[in-house]
């Protein structure tokens, strides 16, 4: 048997000699002593300041956590009759439980305000002109032309418009969020208040109110309001072009190639009746314009241009729904999908959560989750325990601009005589300056939002009347908007949130005035449906919505009158099974009433319905996927005349050129071929148009021009083509196209690689998520807190995957489907949701952006419903319970 060996020698040989190898503690202290002074002096400096640094590191933590919420045990909240139970799965998703409707508001604002005060704060000052309390003079133009369109006061006067059960439910919502920041300092709430401190800012969040919820509704409103800048361009560009010229911008709604959402009925004795023929419409006319009055519009223009995106700006904004019946579904019940279109930031929009009865009661009626916005109550998207609904924006024509000829500083003419405007001074309180007195001004037609600064208040001053006698004061300009009148839209958020089939539905629905939405329906039943609802004026025959008209006479008018509610188009269980809402045109010429005649061209309705139709039964996986199509309908149109032209400088060129040889026209984020044709498109709509037309009406490259250039194809000697900057050349469509071609190719070059197969669409195509406030402060490390930037990601503008950009600023997306949704009526466990940033207003919150790679990648989440499902899904579990 062997012996072990001993191995004491060994070791502590081997002790010794790392003790010779690593000086002791105190040895490296000696020798530290021994340094000269200089080495010393400058080791303490060092050593001082990185534990500078950590302290500093640790309060920033601190304090940019602080405001994070308690999601998880028990808190006591005075107000509550019973305890509230708030669920949340691992995306902090919430779903509520509580014994009565009262209860589950009071707990949604307390939610709201736990995960997206700040949000909520920022859109009250917004809605009420108040922002330059907080920001200072940089935002005092933003109020002024709030202030002068008066939300706060339109909303106030809404309150009392409002059953009191919605009365009732805002007041319960109020004191939830008041609840909660009652007890808390601002630095608890939400770190913009900390830094906003930084700047020198004393402010103290005040109580919410009802009215501050519906006043965010005037915002929604205001970004989804229709053809007032396309008023402004038709008249700016009618200085220096033809009748003709400007129409050709602005093409009638091809119907025989995009189908409508309702493809027949008609109004019988005031109703609509999905079988139903005939009707008729009307032929206004266009007037001329003076100089002057072009000078008014077009500094109302820049005024416009400078609001802030509230929810989104310009065209771009729109949205897409479609619902299927059974006998196209593989669940053998209806699904539903919708994905609106809006501005992007970060945060989102959207806020994904559920609110549900324990128990069904006369006084506990809700059981329904869907999307929702920070500061409302109730669900505005989603679906309950009978029905699904989804919203696209109808786009109808609820704005007009009215020349108004004024006389003095309170009086305009009408009708060759004189009347009085009503006036009243609003104060703005501008932080670290004085307070800013505004005068307001309107006629019958509105406002006079040509007042809304001071550099306005003499626009058109010195234009021409037809009228005799004296000119008086020249021209301002009023906005008549639907807006700015009371209605009970909250009514329809909470009915809708109760509706349990079609009737209750359209009787929510009739309530919904502003903005005027495509209502997309679906029931456990197995009906499909489709209504639009919306407060849309009738115009007197001078007027077709397309132009401002002249406010002193008042045949030009509104009559006062709205479409009725049940005049407006809707259809139950179409025959062909389903129903594809895209902003397109809602019903043929032959309605009688006038809703728009700016409609999106209906490419993506047209591409929606291509792939319904191909499909046969669809499974809640594959309308999924559909909502992420990126096939390019202008370059399925472009690409063969793009193909055709010849003499091409070189080799180098006609290698980018044969990326699109074999393209299927599709835009996913890693393709050359998407990468190559935008860049080309970009370059022939300047190459086109921006020597023909003034700076602020260049093509953004949407939808419209996708059908005016689509048009102008076939005219390859058109007027349009030639550059009219070179004065011994004509130029034509296929010298345009040539030239397009190789700066695009130069232009990949300089941006990616010199080889094509490297290019991807999208480098180009960035999604920069950007906080509404502080995400553009220009102090590079708060812009990086807030702001979550760099995705990559496909689709683009006016596909289905609508990822938008403007041709005149460069490729970034401008708006984009703020959210996605897939609705299985056969079980609601199975539908599918993704937000486009997180539930969480907190930067450092895990749920701040969590949805957006997710997003991205173009994949969605599971939607527990039943509370089997959500137990399931469970993360977190706060208990609210009422105060001793």
């Given at each position: 048997?062997t012996e072990?060996?001993?191995?004491t020698?060994?070791a502590?040989?081997?002790?010794?000699?790392?003790q010779k190898a690593?000086?002791t503690?105190g040895?490296?202290?000696?020798a530290f002593?021994r340094?000269p002074?200089?080495?010393?002096w400058t080791a303490?400096?060092?050593?001082?300041?990185?534990?500078l640094?950590l302290?500093?590191?640790?309060?920033?933590v601190v304090?940019?956590?602080?405001?994070?919420p308690?999601?998880?045990?028990?808190?006591?909240v005075?107000g509550l009759?019973?305890?509230?139970?708030?669920?949340?799965?691992?995306h902090?998703?919430?779903q509520?439980?509580?014994?009565?409707?009262a209860?589950?508001?009071?707990?949604?604002?307390?939610?709201?305000?736990?995960?997206?005060?700040f949000?909520?704060?920022f859109?009250?000052h917004?809605?009420?002109?108040?922002?330059s309390?907080?920001?200072?003079?940089?935002?005092?133009?933003?109020?002024?032309?709030?202030?002068t369109?008066?939300?706060?006061?339109?909303?106030?006067?809404?309150?009392?418009l409002l059953e009191?059960?919605?009365?009732d439910a805002?007041?319960?919502?109020?004191?939830?969020v008041?609840?909660?920041?009652g007890?808390r300092?601002?630095s608890?709430?939400?770190?913009?208040?900390?830094?906003l401190?930084?700047?020198?800012?004393?402010?103290?969040?005040?109580?919410?109110e009802p009215?501050?919820s519906?006043a965010?509704?005037k915002?929604?409103?205001?970004d989804?309001?229709?053809n007032?800048?396309a008023?402004?361009?038709r008249v700016?560009?009618?200085?220096?072009h033809?009748?003709?010229?400007v129409?050709s911008?602005?093409?009638?709604y091809?119907f025989?190639?995009?189908?409508t959402?309702?493809s027949?009925g008609?109004?019988?004795?005031?109703?609509f009746?999905?079988?139903?023929t005939?009707n008729?419409?009307?032929?206004?006319?266009?007037?001329?314009?003076a100089?002057?009055?072009?000078?008014?519009?077009e500094?109302?223009?820049?005024?416009?241009?400078?609001?802030p995106?509230?929810?989104?700006?310009?065209?771009g904004?729109g949205s897409n729904?479609?619902?299927?019946?059974?006998e196209?579904?593989?669940?053998?019940?209806?699904i539903?999908?919708?994905d609106?279109?809006l501005?992007?930031?970060?945060?989102?929009?959207w806020?994904q959560m559920?609110?549900?009865?324990?128990e069904?009661?006369?006084?506990?009626t809700?059981?329904?989750?869907?999307f929702?916005?920070?500061g409302?109550?109730g669900?505005i998207i989603?679906?309950?325990a009978?029905?699904a609904?989804g919203?696209t924006?109808?786009g109808p024509?609820v704005?007009?601009l009215?020349?108004?000829?004024t006389?003095g500083?309170?009086?305009?003419?009408?009708?060759?005589?004189t009347?009085?405007?009503?006036v009243?001074?609003?104060?703005?309180?501008?932080?670290?300056e004085?307070?800013v007195?505004l005068?307001?001004?309107e006629?019958v037609?509105g406002?006079?939002?040509?007042d809304v600064?001071?550099e306005?208040?003499?626009?058109?001053?010195?234009a021409?009347?037809?009228?005799?006698g004296?000119?008086?004061s020249?021209y301002?300009?009023?906005?008549?908007?639907?807006?700015?009148?009371?209605?009970?839209?909250?009514d329809?958020?909470l009915a809708?949130?109760r509706?349990?089939?079609w009737?209750s539905?359209?009787a929510?629905a009739?309530?919904f005035?502003?903005?005027a939405?495509n209502?997309v329906y679906?029931?456990r039943?197995g009906?499909i449906g489709?209504?639009?609802?919306g407060?849309i004026?009738?115009?007197?025959?001078?007027?077709?919505?397309?132009m401002p008209?002249?406010?002193?006479?008042?045949?030009?008018?509104?009559?006062?009158?709205?479409?009725?509610f049940d005049g407006l188009?809707s259809?139950?269980?179409?025959?062909?099974?389903f129903i594809a809402?895209?902003?397109?045109a809602?019903i043929?010429?032959?309605?009688?009433y006038l809703l728009?005649?700016?409609?999106d061209?209906?490419?993506?309705?047209?591409?929606?319905r291509?792939?319904l139709?191909?499909?046969g039964?669809?499974s809640?996986?594959?309308?999924?996927a559909?909502?992420?199509d990126s096939?390019?309908?202008m370059?399925?149109?472009?690409?063969?005349?793009?193909?055709?032209?010849?003499?091409?400088?070189?080799?180098?060129y006609?290698?980018?050129l044969n990326?699109l040889?074999?393209?299927?026209?599709?835009s996913?984020a890693?393709?050359p071929?998407?990468a190559?044709f935008?860049v080309?498109?970009?370059?022939?709509?300047e190459?086109t148009?921006?020597?023909d037309?003034?700076q602020?009406?260049w093509?953004d490259g949407?939808?419209?021009w996708?059908?005016v250039?689509?048009?102008?194809?076939?005219?390859?000697?058109g007027?349009?083509?030639?550059?009219?900057?070179?004065d011994?050349?004509?130029?034509?469509?296929?010298?345009?196209?040539r030239?397009?071609?190789?700066?695009?190719?130069?232009?990949?070059t300089?941006?990616q690689?010199?080889d094509?197969?490297?290019?991807?669409?999208?480098?180009?195509h960035r999604?920069?998520l950007r906080?509404?406030?502080?995400?553009?402060?220009g102090?590079a490390p708060v812009?990086?807190?807030?702001?979550?930037?760099?995705?990559?990601?496909g689709?683009?503008?006016?596909v289905?995957d609508?990822t938008?950009w403007?041709?005149?600023?460069?490729?970034?997306v401008?708006?984009a489907?703020?959210?996605?949704?897939?609705v299985s009526l056969?079980?609601?466990?199975?539908?599918?949701w993704i937000?486009?940033?997180?539930?969480?207003?907190?930067?450092t919150?895990?749920h701040?952006?969590?949805q957006?790679?997710?997003?991205?990648?173009?994949e969605?989440l599971?939607w527990?419903?039943?509370?089997?499902a959500?137990?399931?899904a469970?993360?977190?579990?706060l208990?609210?319970?009422?105060?001793?």
């Amino acid at each position: 048997m062997t012996e072990p060996a001993d191995t004491t020698d060994s070791a502590t040989s081997s002790a010794a000699t790392d003790q010779k190898a690593e000086p002791t503690r105190g040895s490296r202290w000696q020798a530290f002593r021994r340094a000269p002074r200089a080495v010393r002096w400058t080791a303490w400096i060092a050593l001082g300041l990185v534990l500078l640094l950590l302290v500093l590191a640790v309060a920033v933590v601190v304090v940019v956590r602080r405001p994070l919420p308690q999601t998880d045990g028990e808190i006591e909240v005075p107000g509550l009759s019973a305890s509230v139970e708030v669920v949340r799965d691992e995306h902090g998703i919430a779903q509520v439980y509580a014994d009565s409707d009262a209860d589950l508001m009071f707990a949604q604002g307390f939610v709201h305000a736990q995960e997206r005060f700040f949000e909520m704060d920022f859109r009250r000052h917004v809605t009420a002109g108040r922002l330059s309390e907080i920001f200072g003079p940089d935002t005092l133009e933003t109020d002024r032309f709030i202030r002068t369109m008066g939300w706060r006061r339109v909303a106030e006067r809404e309150l009392a418009l409002l059953e009191p059960a919605t009365r009732d439910a805002l007041t319960a919502y109020a004191a939830g969020v008041n609840a909660y920041i009652g007890d808390r300092s601002p630095s608890q709430l939400a770190a913009e208040y900390s830094i906003l401190g930084l700047t020198g800012l004393d402010y103290t969040p005040e109580e919410w109110e009802p009215v501050d919820s519906l006043a965010w509704l005037k915002a929604m409103a205001w970004d989804l309001r229709g053809n007032m800048e396309a008023e402004v361009d038709r008249v700016l560009l009618s200085l220096d072009h033809t009748e003709d010229e400007v129409a050709s911008l602005w093409p009638g709604y091809p119907f025989d190639e995009h189908p409508t959402i309702v493809s027949g009925g008609g109004v019988v004795d005031g109703v609509f009746e999905q079988n139903a023929t005939g009707n008729a419409t009307r032929n206004p006319r266009r007037p001329a314009y003076a100089p002057g009055v072009v000078t008014a519009l077009e500094r109302v223009r820049d005024r416009l241009d400078a609001m802030p995106a509230l929810i989104g700006k310009g065209r771009g904004i729109g949205s897409n729904s479609w619902v299927v019946d059974g006998e196209h579904s593989a669940t053998g019940a209806p699904i539903l999908a919708n994905d609106p279109h809006l501005g992007i930031s970060q945060p989102g929009i959207w806020m994904q959560m559920g609110l549900h009865c324990r128990e069904q009661a006369p006084d506990c009626t809700l059981d329904t989750a869907g999307f929702t916005f920070s500061g409302v109550p109730g669900v505005i998207i989603g679906h309950n325990a009978d029905i699904a609904w989804g919203f696209t924006n109808l786009g109808p024509d609820v704005t007009d601009l009215f020349l108004e000829q004024t006389e003095g500083d309170d009086r305009y003419v009408r009708d060759g005589g004189t009347e009085a405007m009503e006036v009243r001074t609003e104060t703005i309180e501008v932080r670290g300056e004085d307070d800013v007195e505004l005068r307001v001004r309107e006629t019958v037609h509105g406002p006079l939002i040509s007042d809304v600064s001071s550099e306005f208040a003499t626009v058109g001053a010195n234009a021409p009347t037809d009228e005799p006698g004296e000119r008086g004061s020249g021209y301002a300009v009023a906005l008549a908007w639907t807006a700015l009148e009371p209605a009970p839209t909250a009514d329809a958020i909470l009915a809708l949130n109760r509706a349990s089939d079609w009737d209750s539905f359209r009787a929510a629905a009739a309530d919904f005035s502003v903005p005027a939405q495509n209502l997309v329906y679906a029931d456990r039943e197995g009906h499909i449906g489709y209504q639009s609802p919306g407060r849309i004026p009738i115009r007197r025959g001078g007027n077709d919505g397309t132009m401002p008209v002249e406010g002193w006479i008042s045949a030009n008018d509104w009559t006062g009158d709205y479409i009725p509610f049940d005049g407006l188009p809707s259809v139950l269980d179409p025959e062909e099974g389903f129903i594809a809402t895209a902003n397109q045109a809602v019903i043929d010429e032959r309605y009688p009433y006038l809703l728009t005649k700016d409609w999106d061209y209906g490419y993506r309705s047209t591409r929606i319905r291509e792939l319904l139709e191909a499909e046969g039964e669809l499974s809640v996986p594959e309308m999924a996927a559909l909502q992420l199509d990126s096939a390019n309908p202008m370059a399925e149109t472009l690409v063969p005349y793009l193909l055709d032209v010849e003499a091409l400088p070189s080799p180098y060129y006609r290698n980018a050129l044969n990326l699109l040889r074999q393209w299927d026209f599709s835009s996913p984020a890693d393709s050359p071929a998407a990468a190559y044709f935008n860049v080309v498109w970009r370059t022939i709509l300047e190459k086109t148009f921006h020597d023909d037309l003034r700076q602020r009406t260049w093509p953004d490259g949407g939808d419209r021009w996708f059908r005016v250039v689509g048009q102008m194809l076939s005219e390859p000697a058109g007027p349009w083509w030639d550059d009219v900057r070179t004065d011994d050349v004509v130029e034509t469509r296929d010298d345009i196209l040539r030239a397009a071609l190789v700066d695009a190719r130069d232009e990949m070059t300089r941006r990616q690689s010199r080889d094509p197969r490297l290019w991807e669409w999208g480098r180009l195509h960035r999604m920069d998520l950007r906080n509404a406030t502080l995400g553009d402060s220009g102090v590079a490390p708060v812009e990086r807190f807030f702001n979550r930037t760099g995705w990559e990601v496909g689709g683009g503008s006016s596909v289905v995957d609508a990822t938008s950009w403007d041709a005149v600023e460069g490729f970034e997306v401008t708006a984009a489907p703020s959210m996605r949704m897939v609705v299985s009526l056969a079980d609601w466990d199975d539908s599918r949701w993704i937000n486009l940033t997180g539930v969480s207003g907190h930067p450092t919150s895990s749920h701040y952006s969590d949805q957006t790679e997710l997003y991205v990648d173009g994949e969605t989440l599971p939607w527990a419903f039943s509370r089997d499902a959500v137990e399931a899904a469970a993360g977190d579990r706060l208990v609210l319970t009422p105060a001793e």
